[in-house]
């Protein structure tokens, strides 16, 4: 005899079958008019909002097992969609990403599968629409609240790093401006700084030495961290980390900070310093936690107010 407990189980697996059903997952290719399956269609979906990712960061985010995704990509590369290529990151990774053919097909897919689930909604009233999309988020919020701030809370997707392109150093320097002005009412003086660090960094940079990840979440960038070479040898210095507002509680000021810090062991740096200001609480505290001390601090007047400047250092034969 079933009991009451059972009733969110079956419930569950109730809403499965019939959403399995309405979507028509199980002929995805049918539905859509592509010839690509359903995991495959994922993991382009993956690509085209995260620009690349790593083999290993895929399997993750898609649950897929090494063997199967391999075989995947294998496919996707005979075809001309994807190509493959040692991770700068990390030499033993593999780095995937779309080719232009494969952001077409991308585009393609995300155009057919909003089309798709327009025609679904075509039937649902007007009115009822909101109440639908309520339902949806709530379900996401409670099922994914594992990964989160809380057990029930609001859904809590992952982080994504990747290297800049297109407009990325732009975003940089105009978020620094608007944000350090609005929280902490620096002037254009501060903008100038961003725009020359980040003007040397695009003209001028070794890509072995030095990198720029940006942050992504649900693919909107909401991040970013440099790492440049100092004028001392073997020293590298970790630059702009920045977390937007509404995305700071996710872990990701500690995720840029952690790549940076891995990068720049893994290229052979022997310590990495970084200069910031005391206001910045949340900031220094992620740099305590992977290591770094402070070895000066004194005031200065800058960007239109007063401030007390400090430099951290970072012996990376040190495990935090």
């Given at each position: 005899?079933?009991?009451?407990?059972?009733?969110?189980?079956?419930?569950?697996?109730?809403?499965?079958?019939?959403?399995?059903?309405?979507?028509?997952?199980?002929?995805?290719?049918?539905?859509?008019?592509?010839?690509?399956?359903?995991?495959?269609?994922?993991?382009?979906?993956?690509?085209?909002?995260?620009?690349?990712?790593?083999?290993?960061?895929?399997?993750?985010?898609?649950?897929?097992?090494?063997?199967?995704?391999?075989?995947?990509?294998?496919?996707?590369?005979?075809?001309?969609?994807?190509?493959?290529?040692?991770?700068?990151?990390?030499?033993?990774?593999?780095?995937?990403?779309?080719?232009?053919?494969?952001?077409?097909?991308?585009?393609?897919?995300?155009?057919?599968?909003?089309?798709?689930?327009?025609?679904?909604?075509?039937?649902?009233?007007?009115?009822?629409?909101?109440?639908?999309?309520?339902?949806?988020?709530?379900?996401?919020?409670?099922?994914?609240?594992?990964?989160?701030?809380?057990?029930?809370?609001?859904?809590?997707?992952?982080?994504?790093?990747?290297?800049?392109?297109?407009?990325?150093?732009?975003?940089?320097?105009?978020?620094?401006?608007?944000?350090?002005?609005?929280?902490?009412?620096?002037?254009?003086?501060y903008e100038g700084l961003v725009a020359r660090i980040v003007a040397d960094f695009?003209?001028?940079?070794?890509?072995?030495?030095?990198?720029?990840?940006?942050?992504?979440?649900?693919?909107?960038?909401?991040?970013?961290?440099?790492?440049?070479?100092?004028?001392?040898?073997?020293?590298?210095?970790?630059?702009?980390?920045?977390?937007?507002?509404?995305?700071?509680?996710?872990?990701?000021?500690?995720?840029?900070?952690?790549?940076?810090?891995?990068?720049?062991?893994?290229?052979?740096?022997?310590?990495?310093?970084?200069?910031?200001?005391?206001?910045?609480?949340?900031?220094?505290?992620?740099?305590?936690?992977?290591?770094?001390?402070?070895?000066?601090?004194?005031?200065?007047?800058?960007?239109?107010?007063?401030?007390?400047?400090?430099?951290?250092?970072?012996?990376?034969?040190?495990?935090?």
């Open positions: 005899m079933p009991h009451a407990s059972d009733a969110p189980v079956q419930e569950i697996r109730a809403f499965n079958r019939f959403y399995t059903n309405l979507i028509g997952a199980l002929d995805y290719s049918r539905q859509l008019y592509v010839p690509y399956t359903l995991t495959e269609a994922r993991v382009l979906y993956e690509l085209n909002h995260a620009r690349h990712l790593d083999a290993a960061d895929l399997r993750g985010e898609l649950s897929l097992d090494a063997g199967y995704l391999s075989r995947l990509l294998g496919k996707l590369e005979k075809a001309g969609i994807v190509e493959r290529e040692p991770s700068a990151r990390d030499p033993r990774r593999q780095r995937i990403t779309l080719t232009a053919r494969g952001r077409e097909t991308a585009a393609l897919l995300d155009e057919r599968s909003s089309e798709a689930v327009g025609s679904l909604l075509s039937d649902v009233p007007a009115a009822e629409r909101p109440r639908l999309a309520t339902a949806m988020r709530t379900v996401r919020e409670i099922l994914s609240g594992g990964e989160g701030k809380g057990g029930g809370g609001a859904a809590v997707a992952r982080p994504v790093l990747r290297e800049p392109g297109p407009g990325d150093l732009g975003w940089v320097v105009e978020r620094n401006a608007a944000l350090y002005a609005a929280e902490y009412g620096f002037n254009i003086d695009a003209e001028d940079h070794d890509p072995h030495l030095e990198r720029v990840w940006i942050a992504e979440l649900d693919g909107r960038r909401v991040g970013c961290v440099m790492c440049v070479r100092d004028d001392a040898p073997g020293t590298a210095r970790l630059r702009l980390l920045l977390v937007e507002p509404d995305a700071r509680g996710h872990g990701i000021g500690a995720q840029l900070v952690g790549a940076c810090v891995e990068f720049a062991r893994s290229v052979g740096y022997r310590e990495m310093v970084l200069w910031t200001n005391d206001i910045l609480g949340s900031a220094r505290a992620i740099y305590q936690r992977h290591g770094f001390v402070l070895v000066d601090e004194k005031p200065h007047r800058s960007f239109g107010v007063d401030l007390m400047g400090q430099d951290w250092q970072l012996h990376l034969g040190d495990t935090p």
